[in-house]
């Protein structure tokens, strides 16, 4: 069978495609994907074969293109990383195709990170963007919260399904009916991030309640503290 790859392409301009998925994509024959992770990439697929999918008919796609690949090469391109928030989907590509080979690519929590300059390395991250219970992540965010990290989150869109759907607001409000301040609570929400329609921001939780963000936002908790190298300068001038 042919070569598959599942690649990162960023957050969503094109400038934040890497030159490793260029040459990839560029040399690929067939490519699927969503509607707007490939309109990140569009310059790159003229003349291939492509299928623009749904959550709702991938799966036919990949069916589609299993018997008949052959010996070509076929591009599945992921927004941001393929190794953040993607894992039930490339756990399934793995099922129909068997070896894939994986690129990573630049996330939108990195961006969303050095943004509102809140170190990785002193932070969580968490993605609530699963179709699998997000009870365990709710707890985890209270914990890190409380233990004193920033977090660098993925919220989850599910309008179809209220209680599945915990964008920023309904997370302000889960964090104010577990009596976190929320009025003192440092908080940035980016949408669209790299791209020209990139909105931001600034305010504190509470400032979230009722407030309505798009399925593209990436929530920053800001509860970081300067601590250069310079505060730990004794272990040198001794």
Request: aromatic share 10%.
């Amino acid at each position: 069978m042919g070569k598959v790859y599942a690649v990162g392409i960023g957050p969503g301009s094109p400038k934040y495609v890497t030159e490793v998925v260029k040459d990839i994509v560029q040399n690929c024959d067939i490519v699927i994907g969503y509607k707007y992770t490939l309109k990140t990439i569009e310059n790159l697929i003229e003349g291939k074969e492509i299928y623009e999918i749904t959550m709702n008919d991938q799966e036919e796609s990949y069916q589609k293109i299993l018997p008949v690949l052959g010996n070509r090469t076929l591009v599945i391109p992921f927004t941001g990383d393929v190794n953040f928030s993607e894992s039930e989907v490339v756990d399934r590509l793995i099922e129909v195709f068997g070896e894939i080979e994986i690129i990573p690519g630049i996330s939108s929590i990195q961006v969303a990170a050095a943004k509102a300059q809140v170190p990785l390395d002193k932070s969580k991250v968490i993605t609530m963007h699963v179709t699998t219970p997000i009870e365990d992540k709710k707890l985890e965010l209270q914990k890190a919260l409380i233990d004193g990290f920033s977090v660098i989150l993925v919220p989850r869109p599910w309008p179809k399904q209220p209680d599945k759907h915990f964008m920023p607001s309904e997370i302000a409000v889960y964090l104010q009916k577990h009596n976190f301040d929320t009025a003192k609570m440092k908080v940035h929400v980016f949408e669209a991030i790299t791209t020209e329609n990139e909105t931001s921001f600034v305010g504190t939780v509470k400032d979230l309640e009722g407030k309505e963000f798009s399925d593209l936002s990436v929530m920053v908790f800001n509860q970081a503290n300067l601590d250069s190298y310079m505060n730990y300068r004794w272990q040198w001038e001794n």
